[in-house]
């Protein structure tokens, strides 16, 4: 029998490794936890391919200048991208993190405010930026990051996620860029 193809293995990587964990981190949250396929080398480096395919166009070939990642969970899967697609990678931190020239958005969370930085030199005006997270829940965090690849001049070519909240529709907010999930929950 040959190889499930990739996608399928992905998908099955995911129901396998990824633990539900009840009330995290409040009361009727059920959070995604990673760690158990970050641990399990071959479901990683599955989910590291189907997501770097979000970059590339049907040939194969890489369509995007840098891989973007949010701070802490995207950080893990958009570095290992940005390296299947020979690209560059670029971290989009907490307040007061980033050392140098930043440019910042302030967005709002379910409970409050939160803010996340970009460096101003970390993408070169007229770059495609793919956008990497684990989990896609009300789209807020993305619509940022959106917003600081704008910030500099970049554009953002395409969203990719493990994960997908369908039923919190946090696409709407993410315009007319591709959005793709491994998994739509
Ligand atoms: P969002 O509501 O789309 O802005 O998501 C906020 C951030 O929290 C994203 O970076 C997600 O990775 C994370 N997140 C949201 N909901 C969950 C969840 N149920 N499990 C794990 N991470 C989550």
Redesign the pocket.
Known sequence: MGQAPATERAVAALTRLVRDVPDFPEPG????DITPLLADAEGFATVVEGLAEAGRDASGATVVDKVLG?EA??FIFAAPVALALGVGFVPVRKAGKLPHDTHRVAYSLEYGEAVLEVHQDAVAPGERVLVI??????????RATDELVTACGGSTAAFAFLME?GFLD?RQHLGDVPASALLTL
Do not use: C, E, W
């Not at 949250?29 to 995604?32: E, G, L, Q």
């Not at 684990?134 to 789209?139: E, K, P, R, S």
């Open positions: 949250i059920v959070f995604k949010m969970r995207g997270d684990d989990v896609l829940a009300t789209g807020g965090t993305a909240l946090g």
